[in-house]
C-alpha cells in the first residue's frame, strides 16, 4: 500500500495511507494534511494520483517545489519509493511499504469475491484492500485472527504500534 510518512526530524508523526481508487491533496497548512481530492476544488495544492501497480502520480503547479532534489516537469512526476515532499512547512515521505490497514477503508467500484468468506462484495459496499494483490476484503472479515492475506501474505497490522514496526522496517524512515 502506498503511504506518506509525515515526518518530523526523524521520526514519524503519522502513517498515512493512500486510497487505492481516489486521489489526494496535500495541504501545507490545517488539521489534516491529506485530504481526498474532489472535482472543482483549488487545484494549486499538489495532487497525488493512483496508478495501476500501487504506485501514484504527483500533480503541482510548475512553479510549486514539492519534490525534495528533483524539479518536476511540467508539474508532474511519477512517485518512486523514499521520496521526499515538502508542501509549505510539512515533510513527507513516499513509501511503497506492503501491510494491511484494516482501518482504511474504500467503496469497492465492482462486485468482487472476498477470499475470506467466499461471498460477494457488492459496488458500493465499504472493503479493505490488500495493497499487494489488490484484492478487497469484507470490513468484518478483518479479525484479530486474520494476520495475513489468503491470497498473497501480504501481513495485516491489527494495532498502531505494528504499523509503526511495518512502516519503519518496510520502506518508511530508515
Same mark, same amino acid.
Given at each position: 500500500?502506498?503511504?506518506?510518512?509525515?515526518?518530523?526530524?526523524?521520526?514519524?508523526?503519522?502513517?498515512?495511507?493512500?486510497?487505492?481508487?481516489?486521489?489526494?491533496?496535500?495541504?501545507?497548512?490545517?488539521?489534516?494534511?491529506?485530504?481526498?481530492?474532489?472535482?472543482?476544488?483549488?487545484?494549486?495544492?499538489?495532487?497525488?494520483?493512483?496508478?495501476?501497480?500501487?504506485?501514484?502520480?504527483?500533480?503541482?503547479?510548475? $512553479?510549486? %517545489?514539492? +519534490?525534495?532534489?528533483?524539479?518536476?516537469? =511540467?508539474?508532474?512526476?511519477?512517485? *518512486?519509493?523514499?521520496?521526499?515532499? &515538502?508542501?509549505?512547512?510539512?515533510?513527507?515521505?513516499?513509501?511503497?511499504?506492503?501491510?494491511?490497514?484494516?482501518?482504511?477503508?474504500?467503496?469497492? $467500484?465492482? %462486485?468482487? +469475491?472476498?477470499?475470506?468468506?467466499?461471498? =460477494?462484495?457488492?459496488?458500493?459496499? *465499504?472493503?479493505?484492500?490488500?495493497? &499487494?494483490?489488490?484484492?478487497?476484503?469484507?470490513?468484518?472479515?478483518?479479525?484479530?485472527?486474520?494476520?495475513?492475506?489468503?491470497?498473497?501474505?501480504?501481513?495485516?497490522?491489527?494495532?498502531?504500534?505494528?504499523?509503526?514496526?511495518?512502516?519503519?522496517?518496510?520502506?518508511?524512515?530508515?
Amino acid at each position: 500500500m502506498a503511504r506518506l510518512i509525515f515526518a518530523a526530524e526523524d521520526h514519524v508523526l503519522e502513517s498515512i495511507g493512500l486510497p487505492v481508487l481516489d486521489p489526494v491533496a496535500l495541504l501545507p497548512n490545517g488539521k489534516s494534511p491529506v485530504i481526498k481530492f474532489a472535482d472543482g476544488e483549488d487545484p494549486r495544492a499538489p495532487i497525488l494520483v493512483p496508478r495501476p501497480a500501487d504506485t501514484h502520480l504527483l500533480l503541482a503547479p510548475p $512553479d510549486m %517545489e514539492v +519534490l525534495v532534489g528533483c524539479p518536476l516537469i =511540467a508539474g508532474t512526476s511519477i512517485l *518512486e519509493d523514499h521520496d521526499q515532499l &515538502r508542501v509549505g512547512s510539512r515533510l513527507f515521505r513516499y513509501t511503497t511499504c506492503d501491510w494491511i490497514d484494516p482501518q482504511r477503508r474504500e467503496r469497492f $467500484d465492482r %462486485e468482487a +469475491l472476498c477470499p475470506v468468506d467466499m461471498l =460477494a462484495i457488492s459496488p458500493g459496499e *465499504e472493503a479493505v484492500f490488500c495493497p &499487494r494483490c489488490g484484492y478487497g476484503m469484507h470490513v468484518g472479515c478483518i479479525t484479530p485472527d486474520l494476520e495475513e492475506c489468503l491470497i498473497c501474505g501480504c501481513p495485516v497490522a491489527h494495532s498502531e504500534e505494528r504499523a509503526m514496526e511495518l512502516t519503519t522496517t518496510n520502506g518508511g524512515l530508515k
